[in-house]
T-cell receptor, first 115, second 116 residues
Framework: AQSVTQLGSHVSVSEGALVLLRCNYS??????LFWYVQYPNQGLQLLLK??????LVKGINGFEAEFKKSETSFHLTKPSAHMSDAAEYFC?????????????FGEGTQLTVNP | GAVVSQHPSWVICKSGTSVKIECRSL??????MFWYRQFPKQSLMLMAT?????????EQGVEKDKFLINHASLTLSTLTVTSAHPEDSSFYIC????????????FGPGTRLTVL
């Protein structure tokens, strides 16, 4: 069974500051890991994903995440926050070997960007 | 690429009526689509996995007769909420995975259902 824990349901940063959203996962097999962003009353948009290969993955809008197997983490970062980054962020894991692309989501982190 | 649409984007209906929500993959074929439900300030809850040409697989606790899913083509899946009640009010989101590229789900914009 898989699970995802997002530390911090709310994160607040100043515009221009570093964004760090934490995600830890549990999986019995090599995981595929995803970060999605959701703006109010909208669906989810894929920010980035890790499947295999390079552990540092770059996504859209300047976001990146690093897969650390030893720490079972996949934290999302952005060097400089922009007001437009304010949204809900979801970390998710899938187990391709046993359940294909079926996703298990974390509880989400609401990012607030202060001017 | 990988655009998923949903229709309608919002719907208000009376208690006891049925509502159909469409999910379409616009620029790719999707053998598998997923239906989620999201309550305010909460994460997504997977309701069912929809496979083209076969019966949907429902998650535990989701009523099959309440939430009818049809996936009749490689670009269209529908979710029908039958005899809707106020507790069915929610945000329903679908996603689709590309046929032969099954490592990523692409999400639709969601449908807000309000049952009066």
């Amino acid at each position: 069974a898989q699970s995802v824990t997002q530390l911090g349901s709310h994160v607040s940063v100043s515009e221009g500051a570093l964004v760090l959203l934490r995600c830890n996962y549990s999986s019995s097999v090599p995981p595929y890991l995803f970060w999605y962003v959701q703006y109010p009353n909208q669906g989810l948009q894929l920010l980035l994903k890790y499947t295999t290969g390079a552990t540092l993955v770059k996504g859209i809008n300047g976001f990146e995440a690093e897969f650390k197997k030893s720490e079972t983490s996949f934290h999302l970062t952005k060097p400089s926050a922009h007001m437009s980054d304010a949204a809900e962020y979801f970390c998710a894991v899938s187990d391709q070997e046993t359940s294909g692309s079926r996703l298990t989501f974390g509880e989400g982190t609401q990012l607030t960007v202060n001017p | 690429g990988a655009v998923v649409s949903q229709h309608p984007s919002w719907v208000i209906c009376k208690s006891g009526t049925s509502v159909k929500i469409e999910c379409r993959s616009l620029d790719f074929q999707a053998t598998t689509m997923f239906w989620y439900r999201q309550f305010p300030k909460q994460s997504l809850m997977l309701m069912a996995t929809s496979n083209e040409g076969s019966k949907a697989t429902y998650e535990q606790g989701v009523e099959k007769d309440k939430f009818l899913i049809n996936h009749a083509s490689l670009t269209l899946s529908t979710l029908t909420v039958t005899s809707a009640h106020p507790e069915d009010s929610s945000f329903y989101i679908c996603s689709a995975e590309r046929t032969a590229y099954t490592d990523t789900q692409y999400f639709g914009p969601g449908t807000r259902l309000t049952v009066l």
